[in-house]
């Protein structure tokens, strides 16, 4: 056991770690570069999680992530065990306060990566979240919460350039809302633990206005409308290039979207296709003729949606090591001081 913790107490084995280290990121950095798809993919999500699914099928790609997993580990360890070993020497002699000061930073170092660790573990990373206004989405890896964008504020000065932009979230738990939050750039939404970022925003057709004899109806595309008699009509599937086969049921012949068609579909199971690429376009389903006049427009805001639960402890392990690194140098630049004044 004595010799295992001199192993790990040896600076030379912290010189060839670190020198390691920076070889395998130097490694990494290359085929990063080289492979900047993949890469972005896998920071996209909780890393270690993925890691393991992706480093099977992608082994040439991953293997130097997990060598340096695994030198960081053996480093974390070298840190501790020479921490611990110096203290105790340090705690024995009675030695002056300055003497701590760099078994601080070794454990602002080592708290730190157990933040990064935690967050590696249980955090995510979520892009390209989209919000409708007036609109709820679930938030994700957060079982029962839901955000719901209330209103975007964007400004422009003469130039066009945009200078203000502001997107009011709440957060639901359930069908309540615990938090309304005005979300700007680099001021994001944090719940806990979970953070909203506004990435992108923009206006997007959600539904149509519709003439249902005579009487004017606004529909969201995944909902409906109900007639002035009170009749109930949905929305089915999008269809394209519109065509029939032998059992009466639409099909699409092509992916080009050209000629697009909605279905509608009466209570009483009637159905009618309805073209939505001009205005004007009508369709008479049970006696009722339904016309296309205009499209209903609303805007929207992208979300990038983070947590990570190890922040704490990075933000607290970096000020601990920023701190007792000052203190080194400002206690040590006054003692180099002295010693010249006394010469």
Request: hydrophobic residues 45%.
């Amino acid at each position: 056991m004595k010799h295992i913790w001199n192993f790990f107490a040896s600076t030379c084995l912290t010189v060839v770690l670190s020198i390691l280290i920076c070889m395998t990121a130097a490694w990494g950095s290359v085929l990063v570069i080289a492979n900047p798809g993949f890469f972005q993919s896998l920071d996209r999500t909780v890393l270690l999680s993925r890691l393991f699914g992706l480093g099977k099928q992608y082994p040439s790609l991953t293997l130097w992530i997990f060598v340096l997993i695994l030198l960081v580990f053996l480093f974390a360890i070298n840190t501790f065990v020479c921490t611990v070993d110096r203290l105790y020497t340090v705690i024995k002699t009675k030695s002056p306060f300055r003497y701590f000061l760099p078994q601080v930073v070794h454990v602002g170092f080592l708290v730190a990566l157990i933040g990064h660790l935690a967050g590696s573990l249980f955090g995510f990373r979520s892009y390209g979240n989209i919000a409708v206004k007036g609109k709820v989405i679930a938030v994700p890896h957060e079982e029962g919460i839901f955000a719901r964008l209330d209103d975007i504020d964007v400004g422009f000065n003469v130039e066009g350039e945009m200078e203000r932009l502001k997107s009011t979230v709440t957060i639901l738990k359930g069908k309540d809302a615990v938090k309304t939050y005005d979300i700007h750039l680099n001021d994001p939404l944090i719940y806990r633990g979970v953070a909203f970022y506004h990435a992108d925003h923009g206006r997007a057709t959600t539904g149509f206005v519709l003439d249902v004899d005579g009487e004017k109806k606004e529909a969201d595309l995944d909902g409906g409308f109900t007639d002035r008699g009170g009749k109930k009509y949905f929305f089915g599937a999008f269809y394209t290039d519109l065509a029939i086969d032998g059992e009466g049921r639409p099909y699409s012949r092509t992916n080009q979207y050209r000629n697009p068609y909605q279905e509608i579909i009466s209570e009483d199971g009637e159905k009618g296709f309805l073209g939505v690429s001009d205005i004007g376009s009508k369709v008479t389903i049970g006696g009722k003729t339904i016309t296309l006049l205009e499209y209903a427009v609303s805007p929207y805001a992208v979300f990038t949606i983070n947590k990570d639960p190890g922040i704490a402890f990075i933000i607290a392990g970096s000020g601990l090591l920023t701190g007792a690194m000052m203190l080194i140098l400002f206690i040590r630049g006054e003692k180099g001081e002295l010693m010249t004044r006394r010469v």
